[in-house]
T-cell receptor
Framework: DAGVIQSPRHEVTEMGQEVTLRCKLISGHNSLFWYRQTMMRGLELLIYFNNNVPIDDSGMPEDRFSAKMPNASFSTLKIQPSEPRDSAVYFC?????????????FGPGTRLLVL | GENVEQHPSTLSVQEGDSAVIKCTYSDSASNYFPWYKQELGKGPQLIIDIRSNVGEKKDQRIAVTLNKTAKHFSLHITETQPEDSAVYFCAASILVGGADGLTFGKGTHLIIQP
């Protein structure tokens, strides 16, 4: 299995530009989570989906952030317009059944730098 | 919401010695407690997890203990090796597997001295 796939791996953009991060779930998984990691705040949950439906977006910092799951295996996280304080590593994780337990598997992350 | 505290932030041990990382949580409804290992430039990788109906779980050199009354859980690594050097995160959630999203501690940078 290829695991969770994220693209791009690195993104450098200028303040005010739109940024789109992409995530492909592990085949057969039905839950998708977006996390953000910074030195100051650590790993924070932004939003998660179950069966393509957003369940909790209380961690999304502002209206500039939006996430979608257009199908069961793919998700996007969009920031528009981007700001320097959005610079972080963004991870997506998917979960499915491992030995009768749900387990979250993380992707390699997208390192975002907003200048 | 849930709050997870993790200590220490940095831990340096001699190769072959044991390492212990401790976490406390605030929400008594939490039932699932995973530990993740993160190497530089990579995503967190699950190394062990424990559910609230179990007090201890072991997998080779790694063990986790849970005290629900005191709301704390710990990671124990025995016979540490250089490849154990990484950042370790504890986490908590109400639903098994973190199906409601995980709340993470701030991480422990474990350094194994040769």
């Amino acid at each position: 299995d290829a695991g969770v796939i994220q693209s791009p791996r690195h993104e450098v953009t200028e303040m005010g530009q739109e940024v789109t991060l992409r995530c492909k779930l592990i085949s057969g998984h039905n839950s998708l989570f977006w996390y953000r990691q910074t030195m100051m705040r650590g790993l924070e949950l932004l939003i998660y989906f179950n069966n393509n439906v957003p369940i909790d977006d209380s961690g999304m910092p502002e209206d500039r952030f939006s996430a979608k799951m257009p199908n069961a295996s793919f998700s996007t996280l969009k920031i528009q317009p981007s700001e320097p304080r959005d610079s972080a590593v963004y991870f997506c994780a998917s979960s499915g059944r491992v030995k009768f337990q749900e387990t979250q598997y993380f992707g390699p992350g997208t390192r975002l730098l907003v200048l | 919401g849930e709050n997870v505290e993790q200590h220490p932030s940095t831990l340096s041990v001699q190769e072959g010695d044991s390492a212990v990382i401790k976490c406390t949580y605030s929400d008594s409804a939490s039932n699932y407690f995973p530990w993740y290992k993160q190497e530089l430039g990579k995503g967190p990788q699950l190394i062990i997890d424990i559910r609230s109906n179990v007090g201890e779980k072991k997998d080779q050199r790694i063990a986790v203990t849970l005290n629900k009354t005191a709301k704390h859980f710990s990671l124990h690594i025995t016979e540490t090796q250089p490849e154990d050097s990484a950042v370790y995160f504890c986490a908590a959630s109400i639903l098994v597997g973190g199906a409601d999203g995980l709340t993470f501690g701030k991480g422990t940078h474990l350094i194994i001295q040769p």
